[in-house]
Structures are given as C-alpha cells and as structure tokens.
C-alpha cells in the first residue's frame, strides 16, 4: 500500500484565507443586497493594470516567437542572462552592492522558491519566524516535517516563533536561542514594518556568530519610501555569507497573474554538511533548478526585463505612488477612529490595533457586517497578530476612498 507525506495532516485545516471566503460568502447569501457594495481590502493582490512597457515588450516577444528565427524553445533554466544581468545591475551593482549575473535564478514566484529553497537545506536545522507571519514559510516547514503538531492556537512545535509587536516595532528582537535557519521579511507582510540598518546589522552579525542563514524577503522593497531603510540584505557587509534574498515582480512590476521572481543565492553562503565541513549552497540551487525547473517563459521574461528600461521604471514608480496614495487616504481614515495604526508608510500595508479586548475575528466579521469591507484578521498570521487587523491599499483610487469613507462612519 502507498502512503501519503503526513506531514500534510498537521497542516492547520482552517486556513486563512478560505476562512475569509466562507465567512464573505454566508454573508453575502444572507444579504444578497451586500455582495455588490462589499470593498475587498484582504488579499495582497495588485489591481491596476500590467505597465505599457512590460506589454509591449511582451507583445513583441510573441511576435519573435512566430518567426522561426526568433523562436525560443527551451531557455536556461536559471533564466535568460538578459534578465539576470538586468536584475543584477539594476537592483544590487548600481546601487553599490556586489552581486554577479549567475548569483541570480529567475523563478515563477517568490512563494515558490520560499518552499523550493528547503530542498537544499538540512531537515535538522532550527527554524525561526516573525510572528505575525507570511504563512508560506510556516506551512512549507511543516510539509517538509520539520515540525511537531500544531497547537490550539496554530502554532508549530519545533517552529520558534520571534514576537513582533508594537513594543518592538514590529521587528524581532535577535533571540537568545540559537536559529539555523531565520526567516525575514522587510518590509513585511503583514505589518507593514521595515527594519533599520542598524538592525539589519545585528541580524546579519547574528547569523555570522552562529553559522546561520538569513532568508530575507524583500517582494515589497519597492514600497520604501524612508531613504535609510535598506531595500537588500546584501547592503549590510558580510550578509554575502549568511543571506539568501528573495525578490519578486509581483509588487513592483503588478506581475502576480504573470508570474516572475528570483533569488540571490551568493557564492560565498556556505551551510555545513553532514562530514562536518562548510560546502557553498550555490551550486546545489543551480542543480535543483536544473533538475526540477524548466525556466520562466520567454515572453514573461522579456516582460519582467522591461520593468528596467526607463519606461517601466516610471511606470513602477507610478504604480507604487498609486498604491501609496491609497494607504495615505486609509491610514488617515484609520486614525481618525482613534485606532492606533502602524504600516502604510514603507509598504502597502497597513496594520491597526482594534478596540480593547476585541478579537481580530470578532472586528473582521464587525466591518463586514457594518461596512461591507473585507479586511484580514491579524491572528491569521499568528499568536501576536491576535486583536490586529491588516488593511491592504492594493485598491483603486475609488474603493480607497469610499473604504476610508466607510471605516470613518462605523462607531469604533
Ligand atoms: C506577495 C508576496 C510575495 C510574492 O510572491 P510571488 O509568488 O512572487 O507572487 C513574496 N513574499 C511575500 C511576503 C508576499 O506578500
């Protein structure tokens, strides 16, 4: 008889996101005059249309692939060198940080090289994460059997759980427990918080003191506006050792329907292998990649490739301004409820404290009943995020607004 990777039983059945849908859908059927006014503010999805210059590049891609000398079958595997010198120069060499063309793998998505990485790393390492958390980095752990049962409140023996909070600012303090394996995300989903570089500085020394690595995602690094935040790990000296970046098109480029991500995995990153010595991780990433991962597609990549040229970058800035407005208008909203609001500031994220003693369920299903707005309950990230809600600002100008509008009515 077969048997099933158990691990996926351990898996919390009531995620997070169908949770939202069940609760939106019942609500709707029992107010049907509901669903049309409902203003969705929960899932992390872009909404305004792909930039000119990543279709047109697109379009003429299309249109090389219907001649038989611009036909592209198979392409490498890591990705096109266009693509990666463009991603290397433009992201990390212009802006004084040393990363090579081949240090870049062009993936289809962030969430699955978040899951893909711990193919190539020990199944014993100690794994820590924020909390509130990006729950793709908690539930690969488990697939994986790196951890024990969930626990009433869903967290995961074996999983050890950094408390981000408003004391803290939303940023981890660097734990008295060894960790092998760190999980960061700046600006981060879902609290908004970015961390300094003297922050960064501790985490990355940190990592170095304990022979560990930082997996450090930065999919909303465009969103930062406080010119002394790092947009890279790789901006901190030394993180070439301890850090593997991950990036994504989704954010920046509206490219979460199209598909394009990377990582950076350097040369000199090193893990310890079971013989007891130090062995670089890069050339086991390129031997997945190979192995497992046929390459993004040519008209995506020519697309991603755009949002460098002149034109795409202004389009993204455009894109980002547009997003930032949104969170302008509904952090202000926020606000003025007397709520005490974090985020929104360096990312499109905004993330607000209920009322005292409310649960972050009990405000959710408030605002959908009361004003027809579908938030996200902070304790679906986790433990900490327990009375919070988050609030995203990937909207149009409009349901901002009319969002906003609503929020401020309801009697908080
Ligand atoms: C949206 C998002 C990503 C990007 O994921 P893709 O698979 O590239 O779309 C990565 N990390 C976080 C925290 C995100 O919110």
Not at 40 to 61: K, N, S, Y
Not at 365 to 379: C, F, H, K, Q, Y
């Amino acid at each position: 008889m077969a048997t099933l990777n158990s691990n996926y039983l351990k898996l919390k059945a009531g995620y997070l996101f169908p949770e939202i849908a069940r609760r939106v859908k019942a609500f709707t059927e029992a107010n049907p005059e509901a669903a049309s006014n409902m203003i969705r503010c929960g899932i992390g999805d872009v909404t305004e249309p792909l930039p000119l210059a990543v279709r047109e590049a697109m379009h003429a891609a299309i249109d090389e692939m219907g001649t038989r000398e611009g036909f592209h079958g198979y392409g490498p595997e890591q990705g096109y060198e266009f693509l990666r010198t463009a991603i290397a120069q433009n992201d990390y060499r212009d802006r004084g940080m040393e990363v090579a063309d081949d240090e870049i793998f062009v993936s289809d998505g962030s969430k699955c090289d978040g899951g893909n990485i711990l193919d190539i790393l020990g199944s014993d390492n100690r794994v820590a994460v924020m909390d509130p958390v990006y729950p793709v980095y908690v539930d690969t752990n488990v697939m994986a059997g790196h951890t024990g049962d969930a626990s009433e409140d869903g967290s995961y023996e074996g999983i050890h759980y950094l408390e981000c909070t408003a004391e803290n600012g939303f940023v981890p303090a660097i734990p008295e427990k060894k960790a092998d394996i760190i999980y960061l995300c700046f600006p981060n989903n879902p609290t908004g918080a970015v961390a300094s570089r003297a922050q960064l500085e501790a985490w990355v020394a940190y990592a170095r003191r304990h022979g560990s690595i930082l997996l450090f995602d930065a999919a909303y690094e465009a969103y930062i506006s406080d010119s002394s935040v790092p947009h890279s790990i790789y901006e901190i000296p030394g993180a070439r050792e301890c850090a593997i970046e991950f990036r994504s098109f989704s954010k920046n480029g509206g490219f979460t329907g199209t598909r394009c991500a990377f990582t950076v995995v350097p040369k000199e990153l090193t893990a310890l292998c079971k013989g007891g010595e130090r062995r670089p991780l890069h050339p086991l990433w390129h031997r997945r990649f190979t192995t497992k991962f046929n390459g993004v597609s040519y008209v995506t990549q020519r697309g991603a490739a755009a949002l460098y040229s002149g034109k795409g970058k202004a389009e993204v800035a455009a894109l980002v301004e547009h997003y930032m407005g949104n969170a302008k208008i509904l952090r202000e909203a926020v606000a003025s409820c007397g709520l005490k609001v974090h985020g929104g500031v360096n990312a499109p994220y905004i993330w607000v404290k209920g009322p005292e003693g409310a649960t972050s369920w009990q405000i959710f299903d408030r605002m959908l009943s009361e004003a027809n707005i579908v938030v996200t309950p902070g304790s679906g990230f986790g433990r900490a995020g327990e009375g919070y809600f988050r609030i995203s600002a990937f909207n149009s100008r409009e349901k901002a607004i009319e969002a906003a509008d609503r929020i401020k009515a309801m009697k908080w």
